[in-house]
């Protein structure tokens, strides 16, 4: 069976938060290029071009910015559910602050979803646990607001959709909000267990099976591009985890497989993995390339064949094969993830 294909697409790349762990939080704008709001019709184009090519796909709908923010994110649920003739679209998974998750928008994607008999994932960051922390975090942040749209979708979602909508609350675990992480796990088991269903407390997605499950709290290190910093934050997370119970000693390098690197050498599956897609169409090799260096094609000018079999993209992925990057490129300081190659693509760049 072929390879499931992802496209990983930021509908927009505004956001409502500014966390301190965030790209968002440069209040000397991260981004160069212009920022912007996808059009229905570049949507359209991107799953026309996808019916086209006859393959399954998945979505992911996280980037840079907050997709609730999208006033029209619900007609473009609806398009792909409707469009999807074929059969291809194995599942949608929506990442978000849940400022913006409305009780009327929840209720609209949670009904589309069972009517057309689709799998939907939603995973609710957080970065606190109370609202002193949350304003710490973020000041833009209204952490009972948060805690309300969380529970109105998640209550609605496992009354009439139980099993086929999947919940994941996700922590990321910074010095700042580490004292509260144990009351964030008791709060949302709690709630799990109240609403009768199984969960998962996942820590590490590469020794977990986390997509198969359903219901799950998940905990992550803050990541970082400096290597030095982001070594500090996996020991934070590591002893944390050791105090939990859930590893049985810290470690104080590479202590997590989600950030196992090879330093000097650093590789990553993301040109594999991901077609990262910009609002305005554009594709890159990379969720980390906020100003596209890597952009590789375009939605709304070729179809998704020839975007796949990019001269470029070739040549990223050689480049990443044989640890040959430009000084000062993207992938040269990047401390990123090293993907294992041969169980991706049987090798072939």
Request: with cysteine; proline share 2%.
């Amino acid at each position: 069976m072929d390879k499931i294909i992802t496209l990983q697409i930021g509908i927009t790349d505004f956001c409502n938060f500014r966390c301190k762990m965030c790209v968002q939080s440069d209040v000397n704008d991260f981004r160069v290029n212009k920022k912007g709001f996808m059009a229905f019709s570049t949507w359209k184009g991107i799953m026309d071009r996808m019916q086209a090519y006859g393959k399954r796909f998945s979505i992911l709908l996280i980037w840079i910015g907050e997709s609730f923010l999208h006033p029209q994110i619900a007609d473009f649920i609806r398009y792909v559910y409707e469009s999807d003739s074929k059969n291809l679209l194995t599942s949608i998974m929506v990442y978000t602050n849940g400022s913006m998750l409305t009780p009327i928008l929840s209720k609209e994607i949670i009904d589309l979803t069972v009517k057309h008999s689709k799998r939907f994932d939603i995973v609710f960051s957080y970065v606190s646990d109370t609202p002193d922390t949350a304003r710490l975090m973020n000041e833009n942040t209204d952490f009972d607001l948060i805690v309300k749209n969380t529970r109105e979708f998640s209550d609605y979602a496992i009354k009439i959709a139980k099993g086929k909508i999947g919940i994941n609350f996700q922590y990321v675990i910074t010095k700042e909000n580490l004292h509260e992480t144990e009351n964030f796990i008791k709060r949302w088991s709690e709630y799990f267990k109240n609403s009768c269903v199984e969960f998962k407390l996942i820590y590490d997605y590469y020794l977990e099976s986390w997509e198969t499950h359903n219901y799950k709290i998940s905990l992550m290190p803050e990541g970082n591009d400096n290597s030095e910093k982001q070594n500090e934050n996996n020991e934070l997370f590591s002893n944390f985890l050791q105090k939990l119970g859930v590893i049985d000693k810290p470690k104080t390098e590479n202590c997590d497989r989600f950030y196992k690197k090879e330093y000097g050498k650093v590789k990553c599956s993301s040109p594999w993995e991901f077609y990262v897609v910009n609002w305005n169409g554009d594709v890159t090799a990379c969720c980390k390339d906020f100003e596209l260096e890597l952009k590789y094609g375009n939605f709304l000018k070729s179809s998704f064949e020839d975007i796949s079999r990019s001269a470029k993209l070739v040549a990223i992925k050689e480049n990443l094969l044989n640890d040959d990057y430009e000084e000062g490129s993207l992938c040269k300081h990047c401390s990123g993830f090293k993907g294992d190659f041969s169980k991706i693509y049987d090798g072939d760049a």
